[in-house]
C-alpha cells in the first residue's frame, strides 16, 4: 500500500479525486516492465541493494513520484529471508572477544596487527563475520521470492491504492450498489466480514445501500481499522455499477473522497471471493453438533424498522430448520453495537445472537448488562463453540 507521501490526488469543490494512472500509458508500462526485471535480479540481494536499484531507477523517470509508487507496491510483494537465531547473542560475543584482544595490545599497535589478533581469535574469518554481524537487520535480508505481477496489473494496484490512501482519514463511507446482482452484494458482504467491519445495510428500491464507520471515528485503532477499510473498497469494484462516498478528515482539511464504477479501479479478487474470516473457519472446523449444523455464507438479515444486518455465520436446526443468526463485534464496533442493541429493544429478534468483544465492555455496569443480555455471548478473541451452544435452543 502506498504511503501518505507517496499518494496523489486533486481537491475541487470539497471533493477528493486521486490521480489516476492509464492502464495503457505506454511510458509506464515499460518503467513498471523494468521495474518488474530488477525485482527479478535481486533475488539473492540483501533488502538495502534491491530498494537502492529500485530508487535509482524511480527516481530518473519523468514522474518520479509515480514510479517511486510502483517501487513501494513491488516491495510489498517481497519475501526476505529470516535471520538465523541467535544472531544478537554472536553480535555481543564477537565485540566482547574484540574488545579483549584490542584491551591486550599495545597503545602503538597498528590496524593490521589488530586484525590479524582478531582473527586468530575469533572462530570464523573476518569477512565473513563482518557480513553476517547485522544480518538481521531488515535492510540486511535477502530476497528470497516475491509475488510476481504483470506490468499493467501492477498500475491496476497502483490506481486502487491511491484510491485506498485516504481512506485511513475516513469518518464514514458510504456504498450504493446500483440495481446489482445479488450474487455480487453477496460476495461484497462475505468481504466486508472478512475485514472485520460492520455496516448499516438497506434496501433502497433496487439498489443496496451500505455505510460504514471509519477510522477517524475511533482513533485509539485507526492504523489497523484503516488497512482493514482500504482493504474491503479492494473487492468493491466487483460491483457493475457503484458509487462511494468517504468523509475524510485530517488536521489540514475536510473533503469527501468520491469514486464510482467510471474509474479505473480493478478488483484484484474477482475470482476468489468466498473469503471466510479464519475465527469463523476455525469455529466451523471445530463445531460437531447433533442437533445444529452452520452456515458460513449467510444471506443479510431484517433487522430494526427498514435495516439489514449481515450476520458472520448462521446456525441451522437439522430437524425444524430454525435458523439462529451470528454477528460479530470487535472492539471498534462500539457505534453499530449500540444500534443493534437498540434496534433489538424496539424490535425483537430472537433469531439473532450478538457476539461482543470484551474490549467493549470495559466499564462494570455495561458489562453487567452485556453479560444479562439473552441474546449477547461475550468474547476474547471469538466466541468459544461452548459458549454458543449454550445459547441455542431448538
Given at each position: 500500500m502506498l504511503t501518505r507521501e507517496l499518494l496523489l490526488f486533486r481537491v475541487r469543490d470539497g471533493k477528493l479525486r486521486p490521480s489516476f494512472?492509464?492502464?495503457?500509458?505506454?511510458?509506464?508500462?515499460?518503467?513498471?516492465?523494468?521495474?518488474?526485471?530488477?525485482?527479478?535480479?535481486?533475488?539473492?540481494?540483501?533488502?538495502?541493494?534491491?530498494?537502492?536499484?529500485?530508487?535509482?531507477?524511480?527516481?530518473?523517470?519523468?514522474?518520479?513520484?509515480?514510479?517511486?509508487?510502483?517501487?513501494?507496491?513491488l516491495v510489498d510483494r517481497m519475501l526476505f529471508d529470516e535471520p538465523s537465531e541467535?544472531?544478537?547473542?554472536?553480535?555481543?560475543?564477537?565485540?566482547?572477544?574484540?574488545?579483549?584482544?584490542?584491551?591486550?595490545?599495545?597503545?602503538?599497535?597498528?590496524?593490521?596487527?589488530?586484525?590479524?589478533?582478531?582473527?586468530?581469535?575469533?572462530?570464523?574469518?573476518?569477512?565473513?563475520?563482518?557480513e553476517a554481524l547485522y544480518a538481521d537487520l531488515p535492510g540486511n535480508r535477502r530476497l528470497l521470492d516475491w509475488e510476481a505481477v504483470a506490468p499493467?496489473?501492477?498500475?491496476?494496484?497502483?490506481?486502487?491504492?491511491?484510491?485506498?490512501?485516504?481512506?485511513?482519514?475516513?469518518?464514514?463511507?458510504?456504498?450504493r450498489a446500483r440495481a446489482p446482482e445479488l450474487l455480487r452484494v453477496r460476495k461484497v458482504l462475505r468481504w466486508l466480514k472478512f475485514c472485520r467491519l460492520v455496516a448499516e445495510v438497506r434496501r433502497d428500491g433496487d439498489d443496496w445501500v451500505l455505510e460504514v464507520e471509519g477510522p477517524g471515528a475511533m482513533l485509539s485503532l485507526q492504523k489497523k481499522y484503516g488497512l482493514q477499510l482500504a482493504s474491503f473498497l479492494s473487492v468493491v469494484p466487483v460491483l457493475e455499477r457503484w458509487q462511494l462516498t468517504a468523509a475524510i478528515e485530517s488536521p489540514r482539511r475536510r473533503v469527501t473522497l468520491v469514486l464510482s464504477h467510471e474509474d479505473p479501479l480493478v478488483s484484484p479478487h474477482g475470482s476468489?471471493?468466498?473469503?471466510?474470516?479464519?475465527?469463523?473457519?476455525?469455529?466451523?472446523?471445530?463445531?460437531?453438533?447433533?442437533?445444529?449444523?452452520l452456515d458460513l455464507l449467510p444471506l443479510p438479515r431484517n433487522t430494526g424498522a427498514t435495516g439489514l444486518c449481515v450476520p458472520d455465520l448462521t446456525f441451522r436446526h437439522k430437524q425444524t430448520r430454525r435458523e439462529v443468526a451470528l454477528e460479530l463485534f470487535h472492539a471498534w464496533h462500539a457505534g453499530p453495537l449500540a444500534r443493534r442493541?437498540?434496534?433489538?429493544?424496539?424490535?425483537p429478534d430472537e433469531g439473532l445472537l450478538l457476539g461482543v468483544d470484551r474490549a467493549l465492555a470495559k466499564d462494570t455496569g455495561e458489562r453487567a448488562a452485556l453479560e444479562a443480555h439473552p441474546q449477547v455471548v461475550l468474547f476474547h478473541g471469538f466466541p468459544s463453540a461452548k459458549r454458543l451452544r449454550a445459547r441455542l435452543s431448538p
Open positions: 494512472v492509464k492502464r495503457g500509458d505506454a511510458g509506464l508500462l515499460a518503467l513498471a516492465g523494468e521495474l518488474i526485471a530488477e525485482v527479478e535480479a535481486g533475488r539473492g540481494r540483501t533488502r538495502d541493494e534491491v530498494e537502492e536499484t529500485l530508487g535509482l531507477r524511480a527516481g530518473a523517470h519523468t514522474r518520479p513520484k509515480v514510479a517511486r509508487g510502483l517501487a513501494k507496491l541467535g544472531i544478537s547473542e554472536a553480535r555481543a560475543a564477537a565485540f566482547r572477544e574484540a574488545a579483549r584482544v584490542l584491551r591486550a595490545l599495545p597503545g602503538d599497535a597498528t590496524v593490521e596487527a589488530y586484525e590479524s589478533r582478531l582473527a586468530e581469535a575469533l572462530p570464523r574469518p573476518l569477512p565473513e563475520l563482518r499493467a496489473d501492477l498500475l491496476d494496484r497502483y490506481n486502487l491504492s491511491l484510491a485506498q490512501g485516504p481512506l485511513f482519514d475516513a469518518r464514514r463511507l458510504t456504498l476468489a471471493l468466498g473469503h471466510i474470516p479464519p475465527e469463523v473457519a476455525t469455529l466451523a472446523q471445530g463445531f460437531d453438533d447433533a442437533d445444529w449444523e442493541l437498540e434496534e433489538l429493544r424496539s424490535r
